[in-house]
């Protein structure tokens, strides 16, 4: 097995902890949290991960400058601003929506990291991040694109050694729940499952995708993972679980259960979940918990992804205050 080059970006092993007291709180089963908030990077998150090995083939290609896109509050874009001056790079972001008259939460951070922001509206971002490469690239500035999400099967390798890194923390847990929305964590994990030999079922919330083809994108870049690791293994469909009940308002709409699942794991283990990504998804495994889908025998690992800088758009403030 050939593990893919990587950089030193994060904090790991990321901890592991117990969460008895909301447990408790739902009756629910034994539940773990992988504390993947806390990847030290810029306020931490799961683009953490992905960026260690994104930026060792940033390296390959002599890059001088990342370019990557997402929405105004991307955790990912924020992720790339901070890996990007670690490595001595500079970063552009293509940010879809309204430009703040004052920068807030994650778009702040960009500012502050000395990020170059453009601004575009979503129907034209595809387009606009094309521009800005080529200019980049006419300019002498050696850009290198980091994919949506950073959801490559080199980003993804992140999550199949963050696989290894639980197995070696000797962690058992029959379920890993957590929130997928491009499907990086989620390849990186499945294809770790099936290279590291790891037994608990992979289940991902989806955030703003409806189960079906998603389904079978998430497969496929998970096979990709094992043949960048030249250890290929039959991934298909049917390896992919994603649970698309609960995408609410739609990407980026907090909404009454979002509310709710922050509150709970404040108010229950002083844990911080963001509005956008770890508040669905836990809003999705306490609905599962109160539906009894897991057993009471069972243990749940919930994959904190990140994003909490989001919980400072005054937009979200307004809902969580209210
Ligand atoms: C990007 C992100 C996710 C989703 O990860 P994917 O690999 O894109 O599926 C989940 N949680 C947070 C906080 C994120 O920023």
Redesign the pocket.
């Known amino acids: 097995m050939k593990v893919p080059p990587r950089i030193k970006l994060a904090h790991l092993p990321t901890p592991v902890e117990e969460m008895p007291r909301l447990s408790a709180a739902l009756g629910g089963p034994r539940l773990l949290v992988k504390r993947d908030d806390q990847t030290g990077l810029a306020f931490g998150?799961?683009?953490t991960r992905?960026l260690e090995f994104l930026l060792a083939e940033a390296a390959l290609h002599s890059a001088k400058t990342l370019i990557t896109a997402g929405a105004i509050q991307?955790?990912?874009c924020r992720q790339t601003a901070a890996a990007a001056r670690k490595a001595g790079l500079d970063c552009i972001l293509v940010l879809s929506g309204e430009p703040p008259q004052v920068p807030e939460a994650n778009t702040y951070l960009d500012v502050l990291l000395g990020a170059e922001l453009v601004w575009t509206s979503l129907e034209q971002r595809g387009e606009i991040l094309n521009q800005t490469y080529l200019k980049a690239e006419a300019a002498g500035r050696e850009p290198f694109l980091i994919p949506y999400?950073?959801?490559s099967p080199v980003g993804?390798a992140g999550?199949a050694e963050a696989i290894r890194e639980l197995i070696e923390q000797g962690i058992a847990a029959d379920w890993i729940v957590?929130?997928?929305?491009?499907?990086?964590?989620?390849a990186g994990l499945v294809a770790g499952k099936a290279m590291y030999g790891f037994s608990g079922q992979v289940l991902?919330i989806s955030?703003d995708e409806e189960a079906g083809q998603f389904n079978a994108v998430i497969a496929k870049l998970a096979k990709d993972v094992t043949y960048l690791y030249e250890n290929v293994k039959n991934i298909t469909i049917d390896d992919i679980l994603v649970n698309a009940d609960y995408l609410g308002g739609g990407y980026a709409v907090m909404g009454a259960s979002e509310k709710e699942a922050i509150s709970l794991f404040a108010r229950h283990e002083a844990l911080l979940l963001?509005p956008?990504?770890?508040g669905r998804?836990a809003a999705g495994l306490i609905d599962l918990i109160r539906m009894r889908f897991f057993g009471p025998d069972e243990t749940v690992l919930f994959w904190h992804?990140?994003?909490q800088p989001a919980l400072f758009a005054e937009k979200y403030m307004r809902i969580a205050l209210a």
């Open positions: 998150g799961n683009k992905k991307s955790n990912h999400g950073g959801s993804a999550y957590f929130a997928t929305s491009s499907g990086g964590t989620q991902g955030i963001d956008v990504y770890t998804a992804t990140g994003g």
